[in-house]
Every structure is written in structure tokens, then in C-alpha cells.
């Protein structure tokens, strides 16, 4: 799965900080459905001894683009994704399931509507020219060749037709209680309908969590 992809590319090749660049995430900010269904599936995550980077203070986000960035772009990239949302309208926002990597990454899975795919490309596009040019692809992508022309072009496998949308509760878990849990969440799916409210801008820890809002931008 694409998303095994993302973990491996934020666990190897994503510091929060590396010299002069810096790993940004722009994604889009959920509105108060989605955070509740996180919200429940943590307590009971919880519940089985295992705390949620929600449970842990970190801000329910939907990756569109994670790649990084010199430290002097900054400025540039809140200029640029300020000019994309302004012209944005909030559009619908579906969690449907959870699902588990053979790394132990629980996710909540959400649908990757036309309207959300187009955002993620739009704000690709956007962001990628300030990127930083020079990071190389991790000694993973060996093993799925097909993704390295989109890392090479974009700094991230997980672009355009790549694209896989979720909203991450843990990461390399060893609690035996996650079993029993996805078990019961194939029972009864966790689900949410909601809204994409805006894009923010997110200093990122290895995990992929924003440890730094840098901005943040709500639709009209």
C-alpha cells in the first residue's frame, strides 16, 4: 500500500530539522466530526493501554503534500498556499474504516473524493518549486521503482495518482491490544462525515505529526 510508503518516507527521510531544511506538511484541516471520530477511536485505543499521538496533544491533520524545505522558503510557502485557499469553499470530508501496516501505523482511512484529490494536486503544484531539490530518495524506494520518478519530480511518492489520504493514530506500535482493536473496527467501522475546512502549513516530527503550526488558512 501507497501509505506503507509515506511511513517508511517520514521514518527515513523526514527530520523535523536537517541542517538547513526543514519537513513541512501542508494539509487540510478537518472539521469537528473527523476530530471526534479520532477522538473516540484514541479512547479506545486508550482504553487498550496505547496513547494516540491525538491523546499525546498533536492536531488532527490530512496530509496533501509532506516533503521538505529550506528554512528560507517559509515565507514563499505561506505566500503561496494563502493564495490557493483563498479561493477555496469548504467541501465534504468522509472517514470510512481503519487499517493497519505491517509496521503497526494504525490509520483511519479517508475516501479520496475529486474534490480532496484536486486540493492534494493543486497544493503539490503550489508548494513543490520551493522545495528543497537535493534530497534523495530513501534506500527503500529500490523496491518499488515505479514510485521513484514521482519522488525525484515532486520530493514525495505520495503525489497525484499516488495520493492516499488518512488520519494517523499511532506509528510502530507494540501493544498486543492493537489486534483485538482493528478487529473490533472491522466489526463496527469507524466513520465520519465532515468538512475540509482549510489548509495548514505544519513543522513535522519524524512521525509525521506537526510539532509547529506555521499557519493556517480557513475557506470562506
Not at 60 to 70: K, M
Not at 135 to 152: C, I, N, R, T
Request: proline share 7%.
Amino acid at each position: 500500500m501507497l501509505r506503507y510508503a509515506l511511513c517508511a518516507l517520514i521514518a527515513t527521510t523526514v527530520p523535523a530539522h536537517a541542517g538547513d531544511t526543514v519537513s513541512i506538511d501542508i494539509y487540510a484541516i478537518p472539521s469537528r466530526p473527523v476530530v471526534e471520530a479520532v477522538a473516540q477511536a484514541s479512547e479506545k485505543l486508550g482504553k487498550r493501554g496505547m496513547k494516540t499521538f491525538y491523546a499525546q496533544g498533536h492536531a488532527v491533520h490530512a496530509t496533501l503534500y509532506l516533503t521538505q524545505y529550506p528554512s528560507s522558503a517559509t515565507p514563499a510557502l505561506k505566500a503561496a498556499i494563502a493564495r490557493l485557499a483563498k479561493s477555496g469553499k469548504r467541501f465534504p470530508l468522509t472517514v470510512g474504516g481503519a487499517e493497519r501496516t505491517v509496521s503497526n501505523w494504525l490509520f483511519l482511512k479517508v475516501q479520496r473524493s475529486p474534490d480532496l484529490q484536486r486540493l492534494a494536486d493543486q497544493v503539490t503544484l503550489a508548494a513543490e518549486p520551493l522545495r528543497d531539490h537535493t534530497v534523495s530518495p530513501p534506500g527503500w524506494m529500490k523496491d518499488y521503482p515505479a514510485k521513484l520518478p514521482a519522488f525525484e519530480r515532486y520530493g514525495s511518492p505520495n503525489v497525484f495518482a499516488q495520493f492516499e489520504p488518512h488520519l494517523t493514530l499511532l506509528a510502530n506500535e507494540t501493544n498486543p491490544g492493537l489486534g483485538a482493536f482493528v478487529a473490533e473496527a472491522e466489526q463496527s467501522r469507524p466513520e465520519a462525515r465532515g468538512q475540509v475546512e482549510g489548509i495548514g502549513i505544519g513543522i513535522v516530527d519524524a512521525n509525521g505529526q506537526i510539532v509547529k503550526t506555521v499557519a493556517e488558512y480557513r475557506f470562506r
